[in-house]
């Protein structure tokens, strides 16, 4: 599977954005996909995660409430809607691929990344 990200970019406070992953590659659907971010300095965490069936979703708290994840299997896409955005969401956010077996929060559980595309919320 190839991930391709887009849709970063700069806003201010409270604004949004939305990130989009486009896939390629056999059986999209049958892999969990997730977002991660990575701030300078920091170590990647995880952002939100939906499962292969879309039936369930996992957000980390510190984005619960504001963002939303979803996936289209037909069109091999997954989106990352970010509401009130705050400055501590600046990072760079990749979109991974992983086992539908597997914890959807762990990093070490997605075998396929996306380039990253860089969000900043100025203050």
């Known amino acids: 599977v190839q991930l391709q990200a887009s849709g970063g970019g700069l806003v201010q406070a409270g604004g949004s954005l939305r990130l989009s992953c486009a896939a390629s590659?056999?059986?999209?659907?049958?892999?969990?996909m997730a977002w991660f971010r990575q701030a300078p300095g920091k170590e990647r965490e995880f952002v939100a995660a939906i499962i292969w069936s879309a039936r369930n979703t996992y957000y980390a708290d510190s984005v619960k409430g504001r963002f939303t994840i979803s996936r289209d299997n037909a069109k091999n896409t997954v989106i990352l809607q970010m509401n009130s955005l705050k400055s501590e969401d600046t990072a760079v956010y990749y979109c991974?691929?992983?086992?539908?077996?597997?914890?959807?929060?762990?990093?070490?559980?997605?075998?396929?990344w996306g380039q990253g595309t860089q969000v900043t919320v100025s203050s």
């Open positions: 590659g056999r059986a999209f659907s049958s892999y969990n």
């Open positions: 991974a691929a992983g086992s539908p077996y597997s914890a959807p929060q762990l990093t070490s559980n997605y075998d396929y």
